[in-house]
């Protein structure tokens, strides 16, 4: 049987992913974007991205992400359901992607990967897990119509799954470790005007109780130590993002946090692999930076792609941590 060849091989199906396959596949290039879960990443579980441009009163993220999958596939990107597990240099300068499904080889590779929520690490976060812990409002927020929920977290995810909670619970109330949320001033300001928001300042989570459901969490002061309790029906979960590159240790170099680094021109320390989004190091972690710089990778392959067929080597810069 012939195997599967592609110019292009996109793993991660989210807004840097979903780009760069768009840009790769109109470019006339084979190209298959690899996906894990459901098309649209981080974004198919957000409620409204509201400063993505074109979209003047937000769009919800599931409609972004079917829009931003249909024009892929409109120029011929496949998608594949399936995980990465690996990726092996082979001697003509492809590689071979394996995946539970079969392996697939491509001449070039855009990691567009993403990350996952990080966890809290708390005694009982673990056994309560779908009994009242989530790390996804839009998924879970439903269960506790009418009930109380905690949010932990500071940041933009935070607030925004906060606000999005205060339209499905009765009361919303946000912990944050610090005495200040890092979240956008927009966000913060319509946080701090819900009337459903209360929030509970300068203490960390330091136990989650309950029966054979969270019933309270146990909050610790980070000013004076002192400890209270807090009754809840649920905690979501929003303390900042791990990158999905573990499938990538000894492939590309990555930051001790995992984050992959990369040329200002989205290169990898690997020949023929870019990388695009929130799994680089540097990443702004935005939907319009990902679909830029998913664009940007797909036309470095492209150039890249033309090189190898003229029979170049091309030169290969240093790697940074780069803020585009
Ligand atoms: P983030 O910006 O890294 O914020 C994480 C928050 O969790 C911070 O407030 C941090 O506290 C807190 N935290 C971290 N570890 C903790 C721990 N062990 N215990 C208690 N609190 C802890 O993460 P994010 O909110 O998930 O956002 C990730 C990226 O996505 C950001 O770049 C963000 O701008 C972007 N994003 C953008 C939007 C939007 O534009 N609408 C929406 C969602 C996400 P400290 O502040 O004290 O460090």
Known sequence: MAEDRFDVLVIGAGPAGLTAGLYASRAGLKTAIVEKGAPGGQIATTDLVDNYPG???????????????????RFGSQLIYDEVTGLKPREDGSWEATMYGGAKVARTVIVASGAYERKLGAPGEDRFRGRGVSYCAICDGAFFKGGKVAVVGGGDSALTEGLYLTRVVEEVTIIHRRDEPRAAYDLQQRAKANPKIRWILSHVVEGMEGDDQLRRLILRSTKDGSLQELQVDGVFIYIGMVPNTGFLAGVVERDEAGYILATPSLQTSAPGIWVAGDARAGSLAQVSTAVGEGAIAALEAE??????????????????????
């Open 55 to 73: 979209f003047p009163e937000g769009i919800l993220g599931p409609d972004l992400s079917q829009l931003m999958e249909k024009q892929a596939v």
């Open 303 to 324: 150039a890249y792609l033309g090189r190898w067929e003229a029979g170049q080597k091309p030169p290969w810069p240093r790697l940074e941590k780069v803020t585009l």
